[in-house]
C-alpha cells in the first residue's frame, strides 16, 4: 500500500486521495492504479529523506560496518519516490566527496532538487557507504519496477508481519540486523487495525535498526512497548516521550519520524 493524502494527478482517479479510499477502498484503489500511480508529495519526501539521511550518517557513522552495503528496505514503496531519493543522495554523497565548490553535484531538475540539502560527509570518514535497496509493493510493483528499472517483491504488510521478506542479495543473507533502515513513505498510516500495526512494528523491530516513517501527518500513533523508541532526528537522541511530535522533520507538509529498534541500541 501507499501514499498520498492531498492531491493527485494523472493516473490516480480522483483529485482527493480520500475520495479514492471511500470510493474504492484502499487496496481495491491501488490495484486499479498500480501502474500509473504518483506520489504527489515528492518535494517533501525528498527534503525529509536528504535532511534525515544527512544526520543519521553524523550520528550513526560510528556504529556502521563498512564491509556489508547498507541495507534498506523500501517497504510498501509505490512509484519508488524513496528508493529514488536514497539513490539521489548517494550520488550526492559520492559526488561531494570530490566536489571541491562544496556546490550540489546533482542535477537541477526541479523544485524539490533545487531546494534539498546538500549530501555530508563527516569528517571522520574518507569515503561514503554503499547501499544495497530492496523493494516491496503488493500493489505497485510494476509501477517501482518500470521507473527504477530495480526489482520489487509483492510482499504486504500482513507477509511482513509473518516474518517473510523479500529477496535479499547474498551479501545480506544472516547479516544481525538484517535491515540498517527500513523506510515507508505515505503506506503505514493506512494499516488502521492496531494490532496488525503492532504485529507488524514488533516483527520489524528484530529486523531492522531504524524506521522511517512518512506520512501527510502524525499518523499512525506507534506506542511504547511496540519494539521502538522514538529519535530526535536534529539531537541524535532518545525522545523523552513516543508520538509527542518531537524530533520530527516536516517539509512541504511532509511528516518524517524515525524510530530506532530497542533490540539494536
Same mark, same amino acid.
Given at each position: 500500500m501507499s501514499?498520498? !493524502? /492531498?492531491?493527485?494527478? =494523472?493516473?490516480?482517479?480522483s483529485n482527493s486521495m480520500r475520495s479514492n479510499y471511500a470510493e474504492l477502498g484502499v487496496e481495491e484503489y491501488y490495484r486499479k492504479v498500480g501502474k500509473t500511480y504518483r506520489n504527489p508529495h515528492m518535494p517533501g519526501i525528498q527534503l525529509c529523506l536528504f535532511t534525515w539521511l544527512n544526520h543519521w550518517l553524523a550520528h550513526a557513522h560510528c556504529e556502521l560496518d563498512f564491509e556489508?552495503?547498507?541495507?534498506?528496505?523500501?517497504?510498501a514503496c509505490g512509484h519508488g519516490e524513496a528508493t529514488i531519493c536514497v539513490k539521489a543522495w548517494e550520488m550526492s554523497l559520492e559526488s561531494a566527496t570530490t566536489?571541491?565548490?562544496?556546490?550540489?553535484?546533482m542535477p537541477n531538475h526541479d523544485r524539490a532538487t533545487?531546494?534539498?540539502?546538500? !549530501? /555530508?560527509?563527516?569528517? =571522520?570518514?574518507?569515503?561514503?557507504?554503499?547501499?544495497?535497496?530492496?523493494?516491496?509493493?503488493?500493489?505497485?510493483?510494476?509501477?517501482?519496477?518500470e521507473r527504477t528499472s530495480l526489482?520489487?517483491?509483492s510482499l504486504s504488510f500482513d507477509d511482513l508481519a509473518n516474518g517473510i521478506v523479500p529477496p535479499l542479495p547474498p551479501q545480506l543473507e544472516g547479516h544481525i540486523p538484517?535491515?540498517?533502515?527500513?523506510?515507508?513513505?505515505?503506506?503505514?498510516?493506512?494499516?488502521?487495525s492496531p494490532s496488525k500495526l503492532f504485529a507488524l512494528l514488533w516483527e520489524l523491530s528484530t529486523k531492522s535498526?531504524?524506521?522511517?516513517?512518512?506520512?501527510?501527518?502524525k499518523r499512525p500513533e506507534?506506542?511504547?512497548?511496540?519494539?521502538?523508541?522514538?529519535?530526535?532526528?536534529?539531537k541524535g537522541e532518545v525522545c523523552p516521550q513516543m508520538s509527542k511530535g518531537s524530533g520530527e522533520l516536516v517539509y512541504e507538509r511532509v511528516h518524517c519520524r524515525t524510530y530506532r529498534s530497542q533490540a539494536f541500541m
Open positions: 501514499r498520498g !493524502a /492531498r492531491t493527485a494527478v =494523472s493516473g490516480n482517479i556489508h552495503p547498507i541495507s534498506v528496505l523500501d517497504m566536489n571541491s565548490a562544496g556546490t550540489e553535484p533545487s531546494r534539498r540539502p546538500l !549530501a /555530508r560527509l563527516p569528517p =571522520s570518514l574518507s569515503h561514503p557507504p554503499q547501499f544495497s535497496l530492496v523493494a516491496t509493493d503488493p500493489f505497485t510493483s510494476a509501477a517501482f519496477e526489482p520489487c517483491s538484517l535491515f540498517e533502515i527500513i523506510v515507508c513513505s505515505f503506506a503505514l498510516h493506512l494499516l488502521d535498526k531504524w524506521l522511517v516513517v512518512l506520512a501527510p501527518h506507534i506506542k511504547d512497548g511496540w519494539g521502538w523508541v522514538q529519535w530526535d532526528i536534529e
